[in-house]
């Protein structure tokens, strides 16, 4: 099978972009292959002018490459035409139920760009005092669920832990992220049923907007947060009214290294 791909990084968290038709069937073996010859962390099937994750879970920062992507592309799908200037486009991808607007803008020297995405709201921001990771914030996608760790270390257990208690929940368990919050830094990571998959992302779109929304909540005020990941930052900002979170946006930078087929 040879699949034509593209490779985005945005702030570190690398994503192959499979251009071929793939049966979704096959997501999951094909993914796991992919991201082992790429060297990628995660991988979107892009077809019909949707983007579909890996495990079908949401994922920010690949939302914000493939609206750069499509706006772009050449014909081969491979190589990207230069952004002038800052333009608005759409997207309609995985765990989203509606197309997202991201804003692009140029990057500042050439092959490097900048993307915002207006993030869809979580189903429920959850403050929970007392659970088998102790205190920490369910805050529940479509698509995904991340809870939120303060000032805490990893520890081997907390897998199996997040799963038990995301399914008393009845939260979104397919895909969940760990965010381990440590002041203005910030260690994801996120786990896939689907493809069996369990990464240390270099940075996560959607837990950088999941610590946002739980602290702004927290502290019922609108708030912007950079956070350092081990690939770059990424910047969130949280808008809350009346102790209701009403919009969420995130913002930082996106690459691609490289593109051609994959012989698999």
């Known amino acids: 099978m040879d699949l034509s791909y593209i490779l985005a990084d945005p702030s570190g968290n690398t994503t192959a972009f499979v251009l071929s038709p793939v049966d979704p069937a096959r997501y999951g073996p094909v993914a796991r292959a992919v991201m082992q010859a790429l ?3 995660q991988v979107a099937f892009v077809h019909h002018g949707r983007m579909d994750m890996m495990g079908g ?9 493939f609206a750069l992507w499509q706006a772009l592309h050449r014909p081969d799908g491979l190589s990207l035409l230069p952004l002038e200037a800052p333009r608005e486009e759409a997207v309609t991808v995985s765990g989203a139920p509606r197309p997202l607007s991201v804003l692009l803008a140029p990057g500042g020297v050439p092959g490097a760009y900048r993307a915002c995405i207006r993030m869809p709201l979580p189903r429920r921001v959850l403050p929970l005092e007392e659970s088998p990771l102790g205190p920490c914030t369910l805050v529940e996608y479509p698509g995904i669920s991340h809870l939120v760790l303060e000032d805490r270390p990893p520890a081997e257990d907390h ?6 208690l995301l399914a008393r929940l009845r939260a979104e368990s397919g895909c969940f992220g760990l965010l381990y919050l440590e002041g203005a830094a910030m260690r994801p990571l996120v786990h896939v049923r689907d493809t069996g998959t ?20 927290r502290q019922n005020s609108p708030l912007t947060l950079e956070l350092f990941q ?6 969130a900002k949280a808008d809350v009214k009346n102790g209701v979170l009403t919009a969420l946006s995130l913002d930082g930078p996106v690459t ?3 593109s051609g087929v994959l012989a698999l």
Do not use: H, K, M, Q
Request: hydrophobic fraction near 45%; proline fraction near 4%.
């Open 159 to 164: 897998i199996s832990l997040a799963s038990a």
């Open 230 to 235: 081990p690939g770059g930052s990424l910047t």
């Open 39 to 41: 060297d990628a962390e």
């Open 198 to 217: 369990l990464v240390w992302e270099s940075s996560c779109a959607s837990g950088t907007c999941a610590a946002a929304a739980a602290l702004a909540l």
């Open 57 to 65: 879970e949401f994922c920010g920062n690949a939302s914000r490459c």
């Open 256 to 258: 691609f290294p490289r």
